[in-house]
């Protein structure tokens, strides 16, 4: 197909270009400034429009949302791209579009549910799990009425190349290298951690399927986060730098969080990556040890 993938110079976008370049895809790359493909910003209906008209993509991967590491949980701007991605999806529709893949959130779920399926209720705690939540199930009501085969991938927890500070990953890394100690929390959570190489290839095998309305994209399998911090630390050779418990937890972080990957696993996808993989997968940058 013709895809149209947003977000595409952002941490997933990068590696979802990839993934549909492999699976024999002509990906119209679109980002605010155009590195590397089309310019477009997507909170300008109109700009949206003239870039539908011209380019009338068949396929749609939508990654494109507020990203500030700083208040991507709170920001009003949710709701800016909350009516950006529908008009983006009508518009796609309305030009001959006719499959896509948008990109929710775990965050959408009620956190008191450890065990996690696309049948769990929605309870979002941030305005963001909200903004997703809701332009979620408008687009999965929609899509028959707009003629259009859609997937909303609930994505849970991803880390990959590239990682900016702000995030655990992002943090740990740049400490760690800078042969910093490293402040962590008792790391006894249990997250669904997915590399982002994994993830891509989740979006495209989701993209070239027939699955509509809600998928977990997840590993399936959760893991200590101090696991994963752990195997940081050692592949990096800063183990005696991290300081785990050195940070109180929030008492409204859930104990654990994991993926029904069911649906996910039905059209053939399983992760690449384990744990020590895609640890130095996500290391592997050339600036320092992997």
């Known amino acids: 197909m013709r895809v ?57 991967v939508h990654l494109a949302w507020h990203a500030g590491v700083a208040d991507r949980w709170t920001s009003p701007a949710n709701l800016d791209w909350a009516a950006a991605t529908l008009h983006l999806a009508r518009r796609f529709a309305q030009h001959g579009g006719r499959r896509a893949v948008f990109a929710g959130s775990c965050a959408e779920y009620d956190w008191s549910v450890s065990e996690l399926s696309e049948d769990s209720p929605l309870r979002p705690a941030t305005p963001y799990g909200a903004a997703k939540a809701g332009t979620g199930l408008a687009l999965c009501g929609a899509g028959p009425a707009l003629n259009l085969s859609l997937a909303w991938g609930r994505i849970f927890f991803v880390h990959g190349l590239g990682e900016p500070r702000g995030r ?36 495209v095998a989701v993209l070239d399927s027939d699955l509509q309305g809600p998928v977990n994209i997840a590993s399936g399998q959760a893991i200590a986060v101090r696991d994963l911090i752990g195997e940081v630390a050692r592949q990096l050779g800063g183990e005696d730098l991290v300081d785990l418990g050195a940070r109180p937890r929030p008492a409204s972080d859930p104990a654990r969080l994991a993926a029904d990957t069911t649906r996910l696993a039905s059209i053939g996808f399983r992760p690449r990556h384990d744990l020590t993989s895609a640890v130095a997968a996500t290391l592997t940058d050339g600036s320092g040890p992997a």
């Open 4 to 60: 149209l993938l947003t977000g595409a110079t952002g941490l997933i976008g990068r590696q979802t270009a990839r993934a549909l370049y492999a699976a024999g895809h002509e990906v119209l790359p679109v980002s605010r400034h155009g590195q590397g493909g089309l310019t477009c910003d997507l909170l300008d209906a109109g700009a949206v429009d003239i870039l539908l008209a011209r380019e009338r993509p068949e396929g749609l």
């Open 168 to 203: 655990l990953l992002g943090d740990l890394i740049a400490g760690l290298r800078a042969g910093e100690r490293v402040a962590c929390t008792d790391g006894l959570q249990e997250r669904d951690f997915l590399q982002v190489e994994d993830l891509a290839r989740a979006l």
